[in-house]
C-alpha cells in the first residue's frame, strides 16, 4: 500500500491496535512539544487584553488542529467563525451541543479560547499543565460553591473580551436532539454585557463518536483505534439578549437555535 505523503493520515492507513498506538504517542508528543514552550510564552509576555487572547488562541488552535488531524477527524462547516472581538468590548460565549471528546477539539481549533471543564482534569499528566496554560476554568459539578465560582469567573473574563466555550446540555448525550440548556453560562453571559455564538454539531453513526456508557479512557481508545470521522459543524450568527430578557429564557432561545443548527450540520454529512 502506498503510504501519503501527510504524516498525520499515516494511522488511518494501519490497523485498529496499531493507530491507537500511534495516535497515542502523537497526542503525547505534540501535547509535550507544545504545552512547556506555550506555558512560558504566556508567562513571559508583556501583553494585555485582546492581544493576549490572540496569542494564546494561536497556541490553543495550533494544538488543537494538529491533534485533529492526527486522529483522522475532519470538520465539514456550515458558516464561519465571527471576527476577533475589538479591544476594550465583551468577549463570547461559544455554546454547543456535547456529544463527543472530539468536541473539545473542534471548538478550539475553530475558536481558541477557553473551556469550562470537569475538576479532575486539573491532575492529568501533561493535559492537567496544558489545560491550566489555556485558561481552562475548572468546576467541580457535585460542589454548588465551586459552580458559582467559575460562573463569576466566567463573566470576569467574558466582560474583560475573552472567548468561552461551554457545553450547555451539561454532559454528553447522542443524538441530534437537544436537551434544556442550564442557564448559569447566561447569567454570566448577560452580566458581561456579552454575545452568545450557537453552534450545531453532528457526526455520523458509523462513527461512534458519541461519549455515552464507557469512561473517559475507553471512550478515547475507541476514537484511537477507529479511522476517523467527519464532525458537521453548523456555526450560527451571535445571540445577543432581547430587552428585558432573563438568562432562562434567553437558554431557551439559544437551545433551539442550537437546535436548528445540528439539523442543518446533519445536513452537510448525511445520516
Do not use: C
Not at 487584553?49 to 488562541?57: E, H, P, Q, W
Not at 490553543?60 to 456550515?78: E, K, P, S
Not at 445571540?239 to 431557551?252: N, S, V, Y
Request: charged share 20%; glycine share 12%.
Amino acid at each position: 500500500m502506498a503510504r501519503s505523503r501527510d504524516p498525520r493520515a499515516w494511522p488511518a492507513e494501519l490497523g485498529g491496535r496499531a493507530r491507537q498506538v500511534v495516535r497515542t504517542a502523537g497526542f503525547l508528543g505534540v501535547t509535550a512539544a507544545i504545552v512547556p514552550p506555550f506555558s512560558l510564552h504566556m508567562q513571559r509576555t508583556r501583553r494585555t487584553g485582546a492581544a493576549r487572547s490572540a496569542a494564546r488562541d494561536a497556541w490553543v488552535q495550533a494544538w488543537a488542529r494538529a491533534q485533529l488531524g492526527l486522529f483522522g477527524i475532519r470538520t465539514v462547516l456550515d458558516g464561519s467563525p465571527p471576527p476577533p472581538t475589538a479591544d476594550g468590548a465583551p468577549g463570547r460565549l461559544i455554546v454547543a451541543n456535547h456529544r463527543s471528546a472530539a468536541d473539545i477539539g473542534v471548538l478550539f481549533a475553530l475558536f481558541g479560547g477557553s473551556m469550562v471543564s470537569r475538576a479532575d482534569l486539573a491532575g492529568w499528566p501533561l493535559l492537567g499543565p496544558g489545560a491550566k496554560a489555556a485558561d481552562t476554568l475548572f468546576v467541580d459539578r457535585n460542589e454548588a460553591q465551586s459552580g458559582a465560582l467559575t460562573l463569576r469567573a466566567v463573566q470576569r473574563r467574558l466582560a474583560a473580551g475573552h472567548t468561552i466555550s461551554i457545553f450547555a446540555e451539561g454532559t454528553t448525550l447522542d443524538g441530534d436532539e437537544v436537551r434544556p440548556f442550564h442557564r448559569g453560562g447566561f447569567v454570566s453571559a448577560l452580566g458581561a454585557k456579552a454575545e452568545v455564538v450557537p453552534v450545531g454539531l453532528a457526526y455520523p453513526a458509523a462513527a461512534k463518536a458519541a461519549f455515552t456508557e464507557q469512561n473517559f479512557r475507553d471512550h478515547l481508545t475507541r476514537i484511537a483505534r477507529g479511522p476517523g470521522f467527519v464532525v458537521g459543524v453548523a456555526i450560527g450568527a451571535p445571540l445577543r439578549p432581547e430587552p428585558g430578557e432573563r438568562a432562562t429564557a434567553f437558554a431557551e432561545r439559544a437551545q433551539n437555535e442550537v437546535q436548528v443548527l445540528v439539523l442543518r450540520a446533519r445536513a452537510r454529512i448525511g445520516p
